[in-house]
């Protein structure tokens, strides 16, 4: 009954620090196990200006739990073991990410299983104290570039739209648009992702520092996310004007980025301004501490080891499992394994490649097939790309994988949407759509890619199928296949033309796929 007891007692000072020393030590024994993900973080803050914030992300997080200290002064450590089923499909998720190369989910997950073991280790009551603190973290994790295409978008029809309701004839093609006084373009420097990422991660951060309620916190937030977009659209409307105004001579250099950045300042301050007129005081130690029965509960050091341990065991076990899948993976050799283009059918020869100086740029594939078929002398050239390592800046589903780059010396991107197009056997498949223009010729394209017999543009279901394929062992190579035909006026025609290929190539093009191991 004695052992009992004392096991009972309210935790002394030395059983707590003890819990949050065992605490600490799991959160690095984590960060060990997952190294190559942290470090792909770094790696990422380092070469992006746009993500440089992240080295930031983790002293702002740990200043904010020290600001609370008194307050997690009241309240004891109890681990939950409800985090470990948590933490099993944080790991899960990491693993497939991992065998996928969505380096992304990968770093998503890893963050989230800080967080997550914190909860085990010490439980809710006391992660509710330092909950923000926690959540901030995932500032860290570098992405939102996904946001670029649909942002790019934004600006220029933003931009285009304030120009016409100043008055200025405005001709407009994708992301290009003409005024009497010059041209320009929207390329992704002008997205405003930059802005957008620095205003929620200070709006956040300010909001959580300024406010108690919550809705006054998510309005906030909601602010500090519109604000930058319109802010951006402005910016792009006032650069344009400015050049048009000084007969193109202002706003072409670098000029260009720093009226971009001294807008954007003044938007930030503004807001903020605002915001900090509607502040709240902080809350009490003893209200962030929660309610009395949080507090003064006593302290098992035995099931918060065990919760620790058991938390480790199960993290473990993701990084070991995909070392052995590194181990079996099937390396798709050049020259071991080499396609060829299929043979003509249904009408179709194959013909020389002359009539088009284009490819597509796809980063480092193992093997590459450009060649063109021809049908009625119209033309219709097929690119493959095709990957079986499938590694970090060497896969099939990876954003630097374009029609064509950004600012380049001929072609430019006027169109990018989804179709749907009837796939023998399969019936309608949704691919990607562009058309491309150059100086004197214009191309229609379709493109997606083939996983093992699966044909997608989607890149989330592609990333699940090559998860899929590799967790059971799967020895395909992926394929990147692009279709484009040349056109004029005819858009309509370009596409049954494009059809008709796919009607009659589409078995032979699937054999020939198949066939490689």
């Known amino acids: 009954m004695e052992t009992r007891s004392e096991s009972l007692a309210p935790a002394t000072t030395s059983q707590v620090t003890l819990a949050f020393v065992l605490c600490a030590a799991s959160l690095l024994v984590t960060l060990l196990l997952f190294w190559p993900t942290a470090w ?35 309240v004891t450590p109890r681990s939950d073991w409800r985090g470990l089923g948590v933490l099993a499909l944080l790991g899960f998720a990491w693993l497939l990410a991992r065998v996928a190369d969505v380096q992304v989910v990968q770093q998503l997950a890893f963050v989230a299983m800080l967080p997550t073991l914190v909860l085990t280790c010490l439980g809710w009551p006391l992660v509710r104290v330092i909950l923000f603190p926690l959540l901030f973290l995932f500032f860290a994790v570098p992405m939102g570039e996904g946001l670029i295409p649909p942002l790019m978008n934004f600006t220029a029809h933003f931009t285009v739209t304030a120009l016409r309701l100043t008055g200025l004839p405005v001709y407009l093609e994708g992301l290009y648009f003409s005024i009497p006084s010059g041209n320009w373009s929207v390329v ?56 048009h105004l000084s007969g193109m001579k202002l706003a072409m250099g670098v000029d260009h980025f720093i009226y971009g ?25 003893r209200e ?14 035995s099931r918060l080891t065990a919760s620790a341990a058991a938390a480790l065991a199960i993290l473990l076990v993701w990084p070991v499992w995909s070392h052995q899948l590194e181990q079996q993976r099937a390396h798709w050799v050049p020259g071991q394994h080499e396609a060829v283009a299929p043979a003509g059918s249904g009408g179709w020869q194959r013909a020389e490649h002359d009539w088009l100086d284009w490819k597509p740029r796809y980063i480092a594939p193992d093997q590459e097939i450009q060649v063109s078929y021809r049908f009625n002398e ?56 562009a058309r491309l223009a150059g100086a004197d010729q214009r191309i229609l394209i379709w493109h997606w890619n083939w996983l093992e017999g699966t044909h997608t543009a989607n890149d989330i279901l592609a990333k699940l199928v090559e998860a899929g394929n590799r967790l059971r062992g799967g020895r395909h190579p ?15 025609g370009a596409e049954r033309h494009l059809q008709a290929f796919v009607d009659a190539m589409l078995e032979p093009l699937e054999a020939e796929l198949a066939r490689l191991d």
């Open 288 to 301: 962030a501490a929660g309610p009395p029965e949080d507090t003064h509960a006593p302290l098992r050091l």
């Open 261 to 285: 950045w001294v807008f954007f300042g003044l938007v930030m301050l503004l807001l903020f301004w605002i915001g900090s007129r509607w502040s709240e005081p902080e809350a009490s130690d």
């Open 188 to 243: 992704e420097g002008c997205s405003g992702v930059r802005y957008l990422i620095a205003s929620v991660t200070i709006g956040s951060l300010f909001a959580y520092l300024s406010y108690r309620s919550y809705w006054r916190r998510a309005l906030f937030i909601a602010l500090a996310l519109v604000a930058p977009i319109i802010a951006n659209g402005l910016r792009a409307y006032m650069i344009v004007m400015i050049g």
């Open 40 to 74: 792909s973080m770094v790696r990422i803050w380092e070469r992006s200006e746009t993500f440089a914030h992240g080295y930031l992300i983790l002293p702002i997080s740990l200043w904010l739990v020290w600001r609370k200290r008194a307050a997690l002064a009241l």
């Open 378 to 433: 119209r033309p219709v050239g097929m690119y493959l790309a095709f990957y079986g390592r499938q590694q970090q800046d060497a896969e099939l589903i990876n954003s630097q994988n374009v029609m064509v780059v950004q600012k380049h010396p001929v072609w430019r991107q006027v169109e990018r949407r989804k179709v749907d197009i009837d796939l023998p056997g399969r019936g309608l498949v949704r691919v990607q759509q």
């Open 478 to 492: 992926s394929v990147g296949i692009v279709l484009y035909t040349p056109y004029e006026h005819d858009r309509d």
